[in-house]
């Protein structure tokens, strides 16, 4: 076995994430595996276990069974899966579980995703570090039996996930829609015909046109990043070019859900959310909800809780990142969060984020009216925002201070819940500054009511950055 191993460099805040074959191995996953179960006291009790398109992904879902297993776990391999496919798994199945991805990180990486029953997700302030440092400490000597072996099984979840989703959104009475799906050869490759078409489940009215759903974790066509305006021009062509009248593209591991319009034209997260979260508002109120409650961040635009509130909702404010998003939605009872990322997360969902059933929502509104998504959207995108400009810098404290010393005034309100964010009193302009935790950047997002006012804000701002 291996003295004194540091696993540090592949474990982040809320998952694990390295270099196949450097910090991230088969031994290592085995010791991980054993370790989830000794923190979580998993003993006797089901672990699931799954992987996405990676090439590594079978063998390193396999160590982390066997590590599970040999520490006294019931362990259940799911096979391939999105990330949303575990999170359902251990929702309705009840039981905590892992699977192997790095999302949309390049096909060099893999890492893994935990939960606990019910979907809580496991970050470094939830077990995270503790397993870390049990499995430092396997791998330093070995992986004790426990009295009780555990056994590893096989089961399936795709066809249960997939009428679930079906469940939630009923899209049999839409108007017949012209599909294009980008998958980037990640995990919606699998999920999409399962969900939206009819591998599994009767024939929506969705012709369905596809991009790259064979799986393959080397992304031979391009990264399966939608978040990069590059990652989406075959898609934008593919939507012009069959006169659809909608795109999805998902990243990798099949989290994250991003739309394109009719003409080619990316619909933002925002007016995303907006749509989806007054949807949920009138079926919470339908269901005896006095006033359904939101979830957004504080990148999102400030369309999405003037529309919250217009509609009889409550929204609530959050720091970026799924795990504050996570307990927001538990503490709050929230029926719905966003974030400009292109997470969307489902109370029904088990507070989980699912880029398919966000896409569900999408489909039903366009399918319930004759209208084209570009006026669609635009109903919920009334403001012009900069998208999030990222400067490299030696010095962020000191870029930071430029910027307040010039901002800091009668007519502006600054907050502190994640960097700076200030905001002008009479509504025509606001921006957020943090810093990266991982680099040496500082992230500047703007939105204001006219795009002059908004190029103005964001050329000032970013002068003062970069001086």
């Known amino acids: 076995m291996t003295e004194n191993i540091d696993l540090s460099p592949s474990f982040k805040a809320y998952d694990v994430r390295g270099v196949v074959g450097e910090t991230i191995t088969a031994e290592m996953v085995e010791a991980i595996g054993a370790a989830f179960v000794d923190v979580l006291d998993l003993a006797g009790q089901t672990v699931l276990v799954g992987g996405d398109m990676r090439p590594s992904s079978p063998e390193f879902s396999q160590a982390f069974a066997n590590g599970a297993a040999t520490r006294g776990a019931e362990v259940q391999l799911l096979g ?22 790095a999302s949309h990180n390049p096909s060099q990486y893999n890492g893994i995703k935990m939960a606990k029953s019910g979907a ?31 056994g590893i099984g096989v089961h399936d979840v795709l066809g249960d996930y997939a009428a679930y989703l079906r469940s939630l959104v009923d899209l049999s009475g839409s108007r017949p829609l012209k599909v294009v799906v980008d998958a980037g050869n990640g995990m919606a490759g699998l999920t999409t015909p399962a969900v939206l078409g009819d591998d599994i489940l009767p024939a929506l009215p969705l012709d369905i046109v596809p991009l790259y759903f064979e799986l393959d974790g080397t992304f031979p066509n391009h990264p399966a990043n939608p978040l990069e305006p590059e990652n989406l021009r075959d898609l934008q062509a593919a939507v012009v070019k069959h006169g659809a009248d909608i795109g999805l593209a998902f990243d ?63 929204p609530v404010r959050t720091r970026v990142g799924h795990s504050f ?143």
């Open 325 to 467: 998003i996570k307990a927001y939605m538990a503490a709050e009872g929230a029926v719905f969060g966003g974030e400009h990322s292109a997470h969307y997360y489902f109370r029904d969902f088990y507070n989980a984020d699912t880029g398919m059933l966000a896409a569900m929502h999408v489909l039903a509104a366009l399918g319930e009216t004759e209208t084209p998504l570009s006026e669609l959207a635009r109903e919920y995108d009334p403001y012009f925002a900069s998208g999030e400009v990222n400067s490299r810098l030696d010095d962020v404290p000191a870029a930071v201070a430029r910027v307040r010393t010039a901002y800091e005034n009668d007519d502006v309100v600054v907050d502190e819940v994640d960097g700076l964010t200030f905001t002008r009193k009479d509504g025509q302009w606001w921006f957020n500054l943090r810093a990266s935790n991982t680099e040496p950047y500082l992230r500047l997002n703007v939105e204001a009511v006219d795009q002059k006012t908004m190029e103005d804000v964001r050329d000032n701002v970013l002068g003062l950055v970069r001086q």
């Open 80 to 101: 391939q899966i999105s990330t949303d496919e575990l999170y359902y798994a251990c929702g309705s199945l009840k039981a905590a579980g892992a699977v192997f991805t």
């Open 120 to 150: 809580v997700p496991v970050s470094s302030e939830t077990g995270l570090a503790e397993i870390r440092e049990q499995a430092e400490k396997y791998l330093a000597t070995s992986i004790p039996a426990a009295p009780e072996l555990g």
């Open 252 to 314: 990798g591991d099949a989290d994250r859900c991003f739309v394109i319009d009719e003409n080619g034209d990316p619909v933002t997260p925002s007016a995303v959310t907006a749509l989806v979260a007054l949807r949920e508002i009138v079926r919470a109120k339908a269901g005896g909800e006095e006033t359904p409650v939101i979830i957004h961040n504080l990148i999102t635009s400030h369309a999405v809780p003037e529309m919250v509130e217009a509609a009889g909702g409550r």
